[in-house]
């Protein structure tokens, strides 16, 4: 998929944020190996610590649905009321949940904007060194 069109589902998707407490409106596109696209915006919550990312938000409805592999996310943000006039790079957190699923040489972030210009980066471009849990043992 184009990364253009990526980039409007993020729009898309960035509709339904639910920003009471920052006004800030983000919204993700996740692509699968397998063609399909999860969307994500952000969640807040009034106690603030249990606001969740729109990037997260998309990983983590793919995940549920057994989704495992992943080729891109574009990623969109900006203050309500008007279309994201400057890139919004995800957060660390984020980052690292991409770390998770994602082989950081292949994995592109398209940050996009509401004119549909967009950057490209892999993920061991915004995240060197990342910790991939090498030397974790895995029970399963
Ligand atoms: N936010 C995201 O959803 N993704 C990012 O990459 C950066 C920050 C959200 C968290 C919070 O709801 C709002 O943007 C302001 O930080």
Same mark, same amino acid.
């Given at each position: 998929? &184009? @990364?253009?069109?990526?980039?409007?589902?993020?729009?898309?998707? =960035?509709? $339904?944020?639910?920003?009471?407490? !920052?006004?800030?409106?983000?919204?993700?596109?996740?692509?699968?190996?397998?063609?399909?696209?999860?969307?994500?915006?952000?969640? &807040? @919550?009034?106690?603030?610590?249990?606001?969740?990312?729109?990037? =997260?938000? $998309?990983?983590?409805?793919?995940? !549920?649905?057994?989704?495992?592999?992943?080729?891109?996310?574009?990623?969109?943000?900006?203050?309500?009321?008007?279309?994201?006039?400057?890139?919004?790079?995800?957060?660390?957190?984020?980052?690292?949940?991409?770390?998770?699923?994602?082989?950081?040489?292949?994995?592109?972030?398209?940050?996009?904007?509401?004119?549909?210009?967009?950057?490209?980066?892999?993920?061991?471009?915004?995240?060197?060194?990342?910790?991939?849990?090498?030397?974790?043992?895995?029970?399963?």
């Amino acid at each position: 998929m &184009e @990364n253009k069109e990526l980039v409007e589902k993020a729009l898309e998707a =960035r509709s $339904a944020a639910y920003t009471p407490y !920052s006004g800030f409106r983000v919204g993700a596109a996740l692509l699968c190996a397998d063609g399909t696209v999860y969307g994500g915006c952000n969640i &807040e @919550n009034a106690a603030f610590g249990p606001s969740c990312c729109a990037e =997260r938000t $998309a990983f983590f409805k793919a995940v !549920s649905e057994g989704k495992r592999e992943f080729s891109a996310i574009a990623i969109v943000g900006g203050p309500a009321g008007k279309e994201p006039e400057d890139f919004c790079p995800p957060c660390g957190v984020c980052r690292q949940v991409m770390m998770e699923f994602c082989d950081p040489e292949r994995f592109r972030i398209v940050l996009g904007k509401g004119d549909l210009s967009f950057r490209e980066y892999t993920l061991k471009e915004l995240l060197p060194l990342g910790f991939a849990g090498d030397g974790v043992e895995r029970k399963e």
